[in-house]
């Protein structure tokens, strides 16, 4: 990659994070779907992780993350109620996605762009499931559980809908990152038959 290239992949990727971020923060409550907003943020990760590779994956994930760290840090309960906030966690799990995301699917699937959608859903499955049990191991840990969310509510009132809006928004997301960038024609050249040297390194390891 030649120092254009590279000058405009940072570019173009510092708009899609910026704008990412802003629409979360400022926007994401306009477009609701049973009382759920699109995690943009954990879609332009996934889908950033899958098109292009480990490297992308991991340091978008890590930006990313640190981001959401900063504008809405993970909080949990602890003594007689009082929130904590836990910064850095939010960083260390969009990095691992952006990791998920580039290895899930390309061995036998390579990168089928419409792929990309189906791992926007099992990865927002994971997640929220995962946000679901940390709440209620934290609650029964502080000693605050009085009752928790039932399963019938966890599974048809937050993690479906969260996963039908994040398909939704992945779709117009997965068109930019093809036709746009932050790779001319939505290729990256250092990417042969969906490996890249990175991610045999990793495998590797």
């Known amino acids: ?18 704008s990412v971020c802003c629409l979360q923060v400022s926007f994401s409550g306009n477009f609701r779907l049973l009382g759920r907003s699109c995690d943009l943020m954990l879609v332009f990760v996934a889908l950033a992780g899958y098109l292009f590779g480990t490297r992308d994956g991991l340091v978008v994930g890590a930006i990313v993350g640190l981001l959401r760290d900063y504008f809405s840090g993970t909080v949990v309960p602890g003594v007689n109620l009082e929130p904590i906030v836990l910064f850095g966690v939010g960083m260390l799990a969009f990095f691992y996605i952006g990791l998920l995301a580039s290895v899930l699917f390309r061995k036998r699937f390579r990168r089928k762009y419409m792929l990309g959608i189906l791992q926007v859903a099992l990865i927002s499955i994971l997640y929220y499931s995962l946000c679901h049990v940390i709440s209620f191991v934290c609650l029964s840990v502080s000693g605050n559980l009085n009752t928790y969310h039932s399963f019938r509510y966890i599974v048809f009132s937050s993690v479906c809908p969260q996963v039908m809006i994040n398909v939704i928004g992945s779709i117009p997301m997965l068109f930019l990152l093809r036709f746009v960038g932050p790779y001319r024609k939505g290729v990256r050249s250092s990417l042969i038959d969906g490996y890249s040297v990175e991610d045999r390194k990793w495998q590797s390891v």
Request: no cysteine.
């Open 1 to 18: 990659m030649n120092k254009k290239e590279r000058a405009r992949q940072i570019i173009v990727y510092a708009i899609y994070i910026i």
